[in-house]
């Protein structure tokens, strides 16, 4: 099948979730349309066996000659018997593979006569046919495959359709996909979105990496952030040399976050080029940012051995060990204290129990799992379970109460509730803290997705708060908003986690 085959496939399926038309038109008066405008010296092409289909035996096959109209006739009708079918089993894969088959099959003369009869159709017909004829003239005529697309648009309100339509032209047609891309540049501006151009880019990155790095600039110069649109330049790549000559156009654009693509996929195909990449910059501010930046991305992707490499490099194990178990992702939690209970010569329990601390607002129920799995000291025990009982409360009131029912210390943990909630009484940070989260978050709304802005508010009212922004998704969004706000607790000594507060605009919970 041809690449644009199950593209379109997809398409119509989805229009035709939207329509389920009552009309039934007939499609036979296309042929003295398609006798006038082709010429003897232009025959049509041979009727293609591909499918077998099932006859209307009604029709009189001894009316028609064996010429051109008669096999154009009988291509109509048969599309005209599929399209009827359709309304009544639109889920039937062997009638649309049919008709995509009947369509593909069409000269451009017979293509325009279709076309001219489409205003003729009922809804669930005319959305049926434009998707396919779309496909069929990227192969014939990009140009008014375009021009058919915008003008028959099934989903006007979305700029995705003709974006598609758009990529699907540049595989067949790179030069006029270039001309595509670089339409609107002469209105680009810093409001101007490409994300919708990132399946664009992926086809003609894989064609001239070098001139869409080009073209990328050009955006840039109007004002256009460009780096959300890096990232499908940068999963259509599977080598290291591929992702080096990447990472190389990426670094002259002269802005280090433009590079988080590129090392993003890199640290997934091979850590070891990776890293020689970054340890042969000769700007030493610019090799500590990008190593940092490929740690945390590696810790994302593969926890284990990015904390295998980042214990051996380092001759301070418990400063190491600190940054790891900051680092750890919270959705390979039990992977981290398998990987602790391997380590020779530390004190396991300790980092445990800072591994356990960090997950408990993100997985309290994990940490309730495996409490047993860390020993704690008497003044620590009592912080500890009250931390774990506030983050379980916050989702379950009855989990939580069950939690507190089952602790030996369930006294102390009591007295310490009442000890904060008085202490809380006589504070007027609370207003504070709110006062000044808020004034950061209402900067944090002015950027796009994917963002996520997090924060770490103590029983006392001291906070810390990060945010990050313009992320690929929301999982490293989310990841690098807790990385910031995290540095910002541990330097205000606080003993509360940082939780997300919003993950794009939408508020996880109120201050």
């Not at 540095?487 to 507060?501: F, G, V």
Request: proline share 2%; with cysteine.
């Amino acid at each position: 099948m041809k690449n644009t085959y199950w593209i379109l496939i997809i398409a119509v399926t989805f229009v035709l979730g939207f329509y389920l038309g009552q009309q039934k038109s007939s499609i036979g008066s296309l042929v003295t349309n398609v006798e006038n405008n082709t010429s003897s010296s232009q025959p049509m092409p041979p009727e293609k066996k591909t499918i077998e289909l099932t006859r209307n035996k009604t029709i009189n096959s001894q009316a028609h000659n064996d010429d051109g109209s008669s096999a154009t006739l009988d291509k109509f009708e048969q599309i005209d018997q599929l399209l009827q079918s359709l309304e009544t089993k639109p889920e039937d894969q062997k009638l649309l593979i049919a008709l995509y088959s009947h369509i593909n099959e069409l000269s451009l003369i017979e293509l325009e006569s279709v076309i001219q009869t489409l205003n003729d159709k009922n809804e669930t017909q005319r959305n049926m046919l434009v998707q396919l004829i779309v496909g069929r003239l990227i192969e014939l005529d990009p140009k008014k495959a375009l021009s058919f697309a915008q003008q028959y648009n099934p989903v006007p309100e979305s700029d995705y359709y003709l974006a598609m339509i758009k990529a699907t032209i540049a595989e067949q047609d790179p030069e006029y996909g270039f001309e595509l891309f670089l339409e609107d540049i002469h209105t680009a501006n810093s409001e101007t979105e490409l994300t919708s151009y990132s399946t664009l880019i992926g086809v003609l990155a894989k064609h001239d990496l070098n001139r869409l790095m080009d073209s990328l600039l050009q955006y840039k110069k109007q004002g256009v952030d460009i780096s959300g649109s890096l990232w499908s330049i940068s999963s259509d790549l599977k080598s290291s040399d591929k992702m080096s000559n990447l990472f190389d156009q990426l670094k002259q654009l002269d802005d280090l976050n433009l590079l988080d693509s590129a090392i993003y996929k890199w640290i997934e195909i091979s850590a070891d080029d990776l890293f020689n990449k970054l340890n042969d910059i000769d700007d030493a501010h610019e090799r500590k940012v990008l190593i940092e930046k490929a740690q945390r991305y590696w810790f994302i992707k593969d926890p284990e051995n990015a904390a295998d490499s980042l214990l051996l490099d380092e001759e301070n194990k418990n400063e190491a060990l600190n940054d790891i178990v900051q680092s750890w992702p919270s959705d390979k939690a039990e992977q981290g204290l398998i990987w602790l209970s391997r380590q020779e010569g530390i004190d396991v329990n300790r980092f445990k129990v800072e591994l356990l601390d960090g997950f408990i607002y993100s997985r309290p129920e994990f940490v309730q799992a495996h409490i047993g799995d860390i020993e704690l000291d008497k003044d620590d025990q009592a912080e500890f379970h009250l931390k774990l009982y506030l983050q379980l409360k916050d989702r379950s009131a009855n989990k939580a109460e069950q939690f507190l029912d089952g602790l030996s210390n369930k006294n102390d943990v009591i007295a310490l509730i009442e000890e904060k909630a008085e202490k809380s009484k006589e504070s007027t940070l609370v207003i504070n803290y709110r006062d000044a989260i808020n004034k950061a978050f209402s900067n944090y709304y002015n950027y796009k997705e994917s963002k996520a802005f997090a924060v770490a508010i103590d029983s006392d009212g001291n906070f810390a708060w990060g945010q990050n922004v313009n992320r690929a998704n929301q999982s490293i969004a989310n990841q690098a908003a807790l990385e910031v706000c995290e540095k910002y607790r541990r330097q205000e000594n606080l003993t509360s986690a940082c939780r997300i507060y919003a993950e794009g605009d939408v508020l996880m919970f109120d201050l």
